[in-house]
């Protein structure tokens, strides 16, 4: 297991996995959370909603996301994001959003 899948599973302990979505509902809140080489983690509420996107090796914590929306207040699959380094401030790549899975507790009484 990769150190960023391990820390993915960490945030996601008790958690269950909801249907995935092309699009979530995103405030000006910074809750984006980049986990190298694995996904890219939303919190809103109670809720955890990860995108493993469909190039995860290209997701870097050394380096800073440039999202341009097209949905408004929503984050959406078809949104572009690109990636700069934080070291040089250059164009180092781009990140291809999959689904969205929603991640909500479990219910402690079911069986």
Avoid: H
């Avoid at 391990?6 to 959370?33: F, H």
């Avoid at 572009?80 to 999959?98: C, E, H, K, M, P």
Wanted: aromatic share 10%.
């Amino acid at each position: 297991m990769t150190r960023g899948e391990a820390e993915l599973q960490e945030m996601l302990e008790g958690r269950i996995a909801g249907e995935p979505e092309r699009c979530i509902r995103t405030t000006r809140s910074r809750s984006l959370t980049k986990i190298d080489d694995t996904a890219l983690v939303y919190r809103s509420g109670d809720t955890i909603w990860v995108n493993r996107t469909r190039n995860p090796n290209a997701i870097d914590d050394n380096d800073y996301l440039v999202i341009r929306k097209f949905s408004g207040n929503s984050l959406c699959r078809s949104d572009q994001i690109t990636t700069y380094s934080r070291a040089g401030n250059f164009y180092s790549g781009f990140i291809v959003l999959d689904d969205f899975v929603p991640y909500r507790m479990g219910d402690a009484d079911a069986s």
